[in-house]
C-alpha cells in the first residue's frame, strides 16, 4: 500500500474550483515529509505533487485527505482509493467553525468572526479576554494563525480582513497549556466509530507534532480523553462522514479543551490506533470498495 500525501489539502477545500500547490507550499511540504512517518510507518510514502513519480504499478493507496483533486489525480494514474465522503460533507467537517460552533468543550472565548461588524467584535472580545488567537477557518499544523493583542496593528487588520473575505476566522482565547493530548479514530461507513487510545502529544513553538505517546490506561485523563473522542466521532457522523479523524486536546487550568478536530489521517493515527490499525484500514476498504469516483 502507498501513502499519498495532501497535507494542503485544507487550501484546496477552502478553495476547490481554483487550487494548485505553489512552490512555496511545496517547499514547506518536502520540509515537513520526514515527520509523515509518524503515521506510515514503514510503509512507502510519496507527496501528491511527486505521485507520477511514484511506482506506476496498480496497487491500494490512501490519501491523507482524499480531495477531489487528490482523488482525480491518484485514480487517473490508476491507484485503488477506498470511498471517501461527499466532498460538500468533507468541507463541512473539515472547515473549523464547526468545532467552533460544536458542544465539545472550548475555552473561555471561541467564536466565529464574520460579516462587517468583525472587527469591531475582535477589538471587544480583546478587551474582554484579553489576548486571543485568530485561526483561518481551514488552518492546519499551526498554520494560518495570528496572536493578537488590543491595540489592533495593521498587520493584525490585515489578517482580520483578509480572513473575513474568504468567509470568516476563528478567535479563540490564548490558553496557558499545561499538556496536549489527541484521540484518534475511524468512523466506518454508517456512523460506528473504531476508536484508538490517547495520546500525549509534544509539540514545536508552531504547533507542529515533533512526538505522539500512548499514555498508561492508568492516567487521570483517559477516560475522560476517550469520552471526547466518542462525542467528535459521533459529531462526525451526524453529518455523513466517514473515515478517520483526530482530536487535539489540550489541558489547561480550567480543564480540557478541544482545540482542534481533523476529519482526515493526522499524524499520530498509527500512535492511536495502535494493534487495530490493520483493522480499521481495513474496514474503510472493505465497507465502501465499489464507491464511483467523485472527482
Known amino acids: 500500500m502507498l501513502w499519498i500525501l495532501n497535507p494542503d489539502a485544507e487550501l484546496e477545500l477552502e478553495r476547490p474550483l481554483n487550487y494548485q500547490t505553489n512552490h512555496a507550499t511545496l517547499a514547506a511540504m518536502r520540509r515537513m515529509a520526514p515527520r509523515f512517518r509518524l503515521l506510515t510507518g514503514g ?25 477531489p483533486g487528490a482523488r482525480r489525480i491518484a485514480v487517473g494514474l490508476g491507484y485503488k482509493l477506498p470511498a471517501s465522503p461527499d466532498p460538500s460533507v468533507l468541507a463541512r467537517v473539515n472547515d473549523k467553525a464547526l468545532l467552533a460552533q460544536s458542544p465539545l468543550p472550548a475555552p473561555a472565548c471561541r467564536e466565529l468572526l464574520e460579516g462587517d461588524g468583525a ?11 484579553g489576548p486571543l488567537r485568530l485561526k ?7 498554520r494560518r494563525q495570528r496572536k493578537i493583542r488590543a491595540p489592533l496593528k495593521e498587520d493584525d487588520l490585515r489578517f482580520l480582513r483578509d480572513g473575513i473575505r474568504l468567509g470568516g476566522l476563528i478567535v479563540e482565547s490564548e490558553l496557558e497549556i499545561s499538556a496536549e493530548f489527541s484521540i484518534h479514530g475511524m ?17 514545536d513553538r508552531y504547533g507542529s507534532v515533533m512526538t505522539i505517546e500512548r499514555i498508561p490506561e492508568t492516567h487521570p485523563r483517559t477516560s475522560e480523553l476517550t469520552g471526547l473522542g466518542l462525542r467528535a466521532a459521533e459529531l462526525l457522523g451526524s453529518l455523513g462522514y466517514f473515515g478517520p479523524f483526530g482530536l487535539d486536546v489540550l489541558e489547561t487550568s480550567s480543564g480540557l479543551v478541544a482545540s482542534d478536530l481533523n476529519a482526515r489521517f493526522t499524524l499520530g493515527f498509527r500512535v492511536g490506533l495502535g494493534d487495530r490499525l490493520a483493522l480499521a484500514l481495513s474496514l474503510l476498504f472493505e465497507y465502501a470498495p465499489a464507491a464511483p469516483d467523485q472527482s
Open 43 to 67: 510503509d512507502d510514502m510519496t507527496l501528491l505533487p511527486d505521485l507520477q513519480e511514484a511506482d506506476p504499478a496498480p496497487r491500494r493507496a490512501l490519501l491523507w485527505c482524499p480531495t
Open 187 to 203: 468512523i466506518l461507513p454508517g456512523g460506528s466509530p473504531l476508536l484508538g487510545h490517547p495520546a500525549r502529544v509534544e509539540a
Open 119 to 129: 472587527v469591531e467584535r475582535a477589538e471587544n472580545l480583546l478587551a474582554g479576554f
Open 136 to 142: 483561518r477557518r481551514f488552518s492546519f499544523a499551526g
